[in-house]
């Protein structure tokens, strides 16, 4: 962990991250600096880079070049420390089909050593509307349940660095409301929150900052006010093109 200017920790911090797949330059030369109890929305077009930054800093892939540092570990030396202290949330995948939500979250206790983990993992599935289907495999549930539970997985042991890919994708608005509440508490506690969305509006109502990639380039880092409302979608739109 390091300090900005200010008393702020630094959360996730990225210098110059290329990620190649074979020919394809998924990212290019991305920096990105996230504080504890703030929030981050991660915008740009399809195949703009963002599930693959997010992926690199889950410890799911390795980056090709450039420093990439999670809650003071470096990706690259020590990926499976980086995979215990994030909490991921995939854009998609992740969920066992024969597994209950309640087998799930059995498992990231057991994996991560929490005690007393039951009433916390009961409360996150009540709050996500999903206690009924708690004992149900997740094989058959919708695309709006499967987003719910990966959210929850992902802040169930209250990580330092909460990485949310797509979240509110084809939530309901109860879902949407749960996940807002979600990034507020880890905000609160001191975590550092990263969310990638299409949903401009439900981005800036959750994130203080937002970086806008492009062709796997940062074009733009903002605070939230300068992408809310009409002025904010015509911004957005600008930094597209
Ligand atoms: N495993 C992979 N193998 C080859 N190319 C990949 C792989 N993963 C991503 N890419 C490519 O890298 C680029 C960036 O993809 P990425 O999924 O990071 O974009 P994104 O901004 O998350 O897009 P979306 O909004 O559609 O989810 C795309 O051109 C994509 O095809």
Redesign the pocket.
């Known amino acids: 962990m390091s300090s900005s200017g200010g008393n702020e920790i630094e959360r996730i911090h990225i210098r110059g991250l290329w990620v190649r797949?074979?020919s394809?330059e998924?990212v290019r030369g991305i920096d990105i600096s996230a504080y504890a109890g703030r929030a981050t929305a991660l915008l740009?077009?399809?195949?703009?880079?963002?599930?693959?930054?997010m992926r690199v800093l889950a410890g799911v892939i390795p980056p090709t070049e450039g420093e990439v540092v999670v809650d003071g570990v470096d990706v690259r030396h020590d990926p499976l420390t980086v995979k215990r202290s994030t909490g991921f949330c995939p854009?998609v995948g992740g969920l066992v089909p024969r597994a209950t939500p309640w087998e799930h979250l059995q498992l990231a206790a057991r994996l991560r050593r929490m005690q007393g983990w039951e009433l916390r993992a009961q409360d996150l599935l009540e709050r996500f509307d999903l206690g009924a289907a708690a004992h149900r495999v997740t094989g058959g549930f919708s695309h709006g349940m499967g987003r719910r539970l990966s959210v929850v997985l992902a802040a169930f042991h209250e990580p330092s660095v909460l990485l949310l890919d797509e979240p509110f994708d084809g939530v309901d608005p109860l879902g949407v409301e749960a996940t807002q509440r979600v990034i507020s508490d880890a905000k609160d506690r001191g975590a550092a929150v990263l969310v990638?969305t299409?949903l401009r509006d439900l981005a800036m109502e959750a994130c203080e900052d937002a970086l806008v990639?492009r062709g796997?380039s940062a074009v733009a880092a903002l605070g939230s006010e300068d992408l809310v409302g009409e002025d904010g979608a015509r911004a957005y739109r600008a930094l597209l093109d």
């Open positions: 797949f074979g394809v998924a740009g077009r399809n195949g703009a880079g963002k599930s693959t930054t854009d990638s299409h990639l796997g």
